[in-house]
């Protein structure tokens, strides 16, 4: 199978440090993905790993650990507009994603 | 920039008429997807077509088909709207399997149908 489990919700202040959590059980994986995703818009691309360790973008770095079945992405400086659900997915073949449920991130003042 | 878009932001039909979602892609992928997203499900996949006149059965074809015949061009149907196929439906377009970035899939804007 290929479950890919991720916290339902998360909360933050603005101007800290958020680490969401994603693992996942499956035979085999091109790469995964993090995408953000604000309410009633569509997903956009933020990362993707495909080799283990540490992918840095600005304030947004992604880690994956294959042997682990694991990844992370984490949230620095948090802004209010970083208030979005962040999608966790594997791509396999033909580029086919499977995506986890999602982690719904609040950042407050 | 690549450009997706869907033929419908909002859509309303009731049970039994026959629905046809539009999604048209300018940057030339080979690939295209559909997926519906429902709350605390995430997205899951209907279909999705690697070339023109080919398609492929997602996670979740039931009760839905699919039309592949431009490269940029891909329509899902729904042959007898049912009441629980109100949701939100993503189209999503990608390069052909690669490395690196060109894995990334970009989405549509969104249809948020609703069957009555």
């Known amino acids: 199978g290929q479950n890919i489990d991720q916290p339902t919700e998360m909360t933050a202040t603005e101007g800290a440090i958020v680490q969401i959590n994603c693992t996942y059980q499956t035979s085999g994986f091109n790469g995964l993905f993090w995408y953000q995703q604000h309410a009633g818009e569509a997903p956009t691309f933020l990362s993707y790993n495909v080799l283990d360790g540490l992918e840095e973008k600005g304030r947004f770095s992604s880690f994956l650990s294959r042997s682990k079945g694991y990844s992370y992405l984490l949230l620095k400086e948090l802004q209010m507009k970083d208030s979005a659900s962040y999608l966790c997915d594997l791509s396999g073949g033909y580029n086919k994603l499977i995506f986890g449920a999602g982690t719904r991130l609040a950042v407050h003042p | 920039d690549v450009k997706v878009t869907q033929s419908s932001r909002y859509l309303v039909k009731r049970t039994g008429e026959k629905v046809f979602l539009e999604c048209v892609q300018d940057?030339?992928?080979?690939?295209m997807f559909w997926y519906r997203q429902d709350p605390g499900l995430g997205l899951r996949l209907i279909y999705f077509?690697?070339?023109?006149?080919?398609?492929e059965k997602g996670d979740i074809p039931e009760g839905y088909s699919v039309s592949r015949e431009k490269k940029e061009r891909f329509s899902l149907i729904l042959e007898s709207a049912s009441t629980n196929q109100t949701s939100m439906y993503l189209c999503?377009?990608?390069?052909?399997?690669?490395?690196?970035?060109?894995?990334?899939?970009?989405f549509g804007p969104g249809t948020r149908l609703t069957v009555l």
């Open positions: 077509s690697y070339d023109v006149k080919m398609k």
């Open positions: 999503a377009s990608s390069s052909r399997a690669g490395t690196g970035d060109t894995d990334t899939q970009y």
């Open positions: 940057m030339d992928h080979e690939n």
